[in-house]
């Protein structure tokens, strides 16, 4: 088989294939229309969490990635030696609150259907959780205790991956946007156009995340990926008062949720820096990059309800960013079912950082035809409930055609973005 | 009645109020600071008034004039110590958010205006260059020692060493001398070539800007009359001391302003002073989606207008032009927020006003604009982010290792800009040092160093406590097929 692959897109998921590829002996180009790591995977808060992972496919994947990430820790610090950035990888636990006896019943319901799949969840009086956690709201009346659930600073951990398949051979090559397909005779993908030329490959790997479906179409195939937009608040340094991954209970209804209405959850932490992280929003805006400050103002509240604390501290920044949403809540990582040649490792919503490392090492084994660490065919792009948001015919929903690269290429790039 | 909010009440702020005001409009002034006047006419509070402060003051007269105009208007509203904390982009126009009070106050008054017409005379602050030594007490901003000056009546230091570039160094030796400090020199990086080229070409067109050139004659003749050396071609490039500035080197420079090796020289002083120029306060035009020049200022036509429509920009955010620009600036922007004739009137002598007064200021560029020698400066221990104290050393460290040459990754890798001051001071700096131009996604997630959504810190409490409002969706739900 052509052992070439281009990898598009340089965050957390596309350095994670770049390094199983690359390292399994593959040929790796990785492109990036911006700079690595400057998307997606520089927005969010670098969860790796089982939490908020309910039985199923996406907590298989969870399971293993976190197995992944300890590993990773190590490998890439050995690699790549004490002066490269740490990845900051923490195992420092999740604690997930309630404040109603309603709220407390949903909890350990849900906990005991993770701990039936192999999650370590420990439910946990009131007093146990401010014994984890002083300076919880008075109002807290139960929680439940997840050990698993760690943290990477995900830059540097998408820097660090790339580093490590440039050493196992990969090239990586920012400013470099994917304009159209290069096709062969028989239809099969041999390549993509980008503004900096043609690059020809065996293999396309689609890691775009939340662009993924605009890149699919250039290509010739399509993606139901959407942009799904988060905010993060960042306070000012100061003494570390929180230990943990702290969430309010709403926070697995709001990752669940396929409703396109602003949905909030308090997820608070602190970082290293002496910083504290205060999570999470939900809106489905498009790219709409414009702030919103009543959303703030919702996560501060939410953020207060837990830590009153916090009232006094100061925000110094906040940023946004776009999660790549699939329909069915879970990643497409596989083959393209129709174009030959085109692949993807997309689509994990909040969840990419705590994912890559298996994402990567799944589609680097279904790709080389080596035995994978889970079931691939739960994330096939085929998958049955991704079938009913297919278009019957791919090319009808093509902007342009995909017959001759360079006239795909003029296509693709006059077209507006929504 | 149009409604006008004007962000900023310096030089440009003030006359954009008042020509809104004289032009039929409600008039909103917002400003940070708890007086009118801005960083250029910055002075004593009321309740402890300086005799003498129009001698520390050009044009302290113009300022009177404008306060007191304000003050008498009917449809204007001051409102002081009021922080823009956000900018909202509607479909149409824009909502500020904003919160009333000390900055560090607990339950400040939230307000939120929804204008017709808004400008932005957010005003500049001085950058400074890093420099070894330059975190040690002692080392002053050249601003913050002029904020101390006019503010407080408070000397910096006894033996004070004023070093830099710019017209800015003048006026801020003349008010450390007004407060008693001994200034032992003005050292100037804009060698004599690059002053001549900037200054003297054209000279025709210095005659319009005759009010600027008679400011500055006034300051050097305060400096020959204490008998201060100015001395073009010099920087401090290193500060000493043991826990406090105790004495500086200062070296001549090349016309990169890059150290002529054997003309160094130590000088003690207990104080040092240093601008190397002004980065506007981008934030709120940035969030209006206001466009940028490639310089990095608003970019405006001839009536002052934005980008944007319903957003108007005057003084230094347009371009570092002085006091005198941005007075006219603000005359034009106010008149064309109100909905008035640019072209007839006051405003088209204020329009005359600013273009000799934009000549002023490419001069300015021309002759003290940075150039890239400074780096030479560094040592792999100089700290170039101060809050996290990030060396140069491990900037280039982490650039070469991660084969990153982008400020946002290398901001999160060596922490660089990411400490309370929020790259302020430090940003365009290590935008420098990681050579120049970015990809850019033209998005939120463009690495834009001038880019805070939040303008200023915001107490939680203040956030959790704004009114809930229903929530809009900027965008109809795209169909998912």
Known sequence: ?418 | MRHVVVVGAGPAGLAAARAAADGGARVTLLDSADGLGGQYWRHMPAERPAEREHLLHHRWTTFGELRDALAAHPAVTVVPSAQVWSLERLEYGARLNVLVGEPDGVGREALVLEPDALVLATGAHDRTLPFPGWQLPGVYSAGAAQALAKGERVAVGRRVVVAGAGPFLLPVASSLLQTGASVLGVHEAAGLGALGRGWLSRPWELAGAAGKAGELAGYVRDLVRHRVPWRPGEAVIAAHGDGQVEAVTIARLDERWARVPGTERQVEADAVCVSHGFTPRLELAIAAGCALSASRFVVVDAAQATSVAGVWAAGEITGIGGADAALAEGAVAGTAAAGGDTGAGPALVAGRARTRARGFAARIEAAHGIRGGWVGWLRDDTAVCRCEETTYGRIREVAELTGSRETRSVKLTSRAGLGPCQARMCGRTLQELLGGPEPSLGTALAPAVDRRPLVVPVRLGDLAALPQRPQQSPNPQENPT
């Open chain 1, 1 to 418: 088989m052509a052992a070439d692959v281009v990898i598009v897109g340089a965050g957390i998921v596309g350095a994670a294939c770049a390094r199983a590829l690359a390292r399994a002996g593959a040929r790796v180009t990785v492109l990036d229309r911006g700079a690595a790591a400057s998307a997606t995977s520089a927005h969010g808060e670098g969860n790796l969490l089982v939490s908020d992972k309910g039985p199923g496919p996406e907590l298989e994947l969870a399971k293993v990635s976190l197995h992944g990430w300890a590993r990773l820790a190590d490998e890439l610090a050995d690699e790549l030696g004490p002066r490269f950035p740490s990845i900051e990888h923490e195992a420092k636990g999740g604690l997930v609150v309630v404040t109603s006896a309603d709220g407390l019943d949903g909890l350990r319901g849900f906990a005991e259907t993770q701990r039936a799949a192999g999650v370590e969840a420990v439910e946990v009086s009131a007093e146990r959780a401010r014994g984890l956690e002083p300076d919880l709201a008075a109002g807290v009346v139960g929680a439940v205790y997840y050990p698993q659930d760690a943290q990477v600073q995900p830059v540097a951990a998408a820097e660090a991956l790339l580093a490590s398949a440039r050493r196992a051979g990969a090239v990586v090559r920012t400013g470099a946007e994917v304009t159209g397909p290069l096709l062969g005779a028989d239809g099969r993908l041999t390549g993509v156009v980008t503004t900096q030329g043609e690059v020809p490959a065996g293999d396309v790997v689609v890691a775009a995340g939340p662009w993924s479906a605009e890149v699919a179409e250039r290509l010739g195939s399509w993606i139901p990926v959407r942009p799904r937009r988060g905010m993060v608040l960042v306070t000012t340094p100061m003494e570390q008062r929180i230990r943990h991954k702290v969430y309010d209970g709403d926070y697995f209804a709001a990752t669940q949720s396929a409703g396109a209405e602003l949905q909030t959850s308090a997820v608070i932490e602190s970082t290293r820096g002496g910083t504290v992280l205060i999570g999470s929003s939900r809106e489905q805006v498009g790219f709409d990059d414009r702030l919103r400050a009543a959303v703030l103002a919702e996560m501060a509240r939410r953020a207060v309800a837990v830590f009153p604390f916090l009232a006094r501290t100061n925000v110094m920044r906040s940023y946004l960013g776009f999660r790549p949403y699939m329909p069915d809540h879970l990643p497409a990582i596989g083959p393209d079912p129709e174009l030959d040649g085109l692949w993807f490792a997309t689509g994990h919503e909040g969840a990419g950082v705590g994912l890559a490392p298996a994402t990567g090492d799944l589609l680097a084994a279904t790709m080389l035809r080596l035995a994978p660490a889970v079931d691939p065919s739960a994330y096939a792009v085929d998958r049955p409930t991704l079938r009913n948001h297919r278009p019957a015919d791919v090319s009808d929903v093509q902007g342009t055609g995909v017959t001759r690269a360079s006239d795909t290429s003029r296509g693709a790039r006059g077209e507006a973005r929504t």
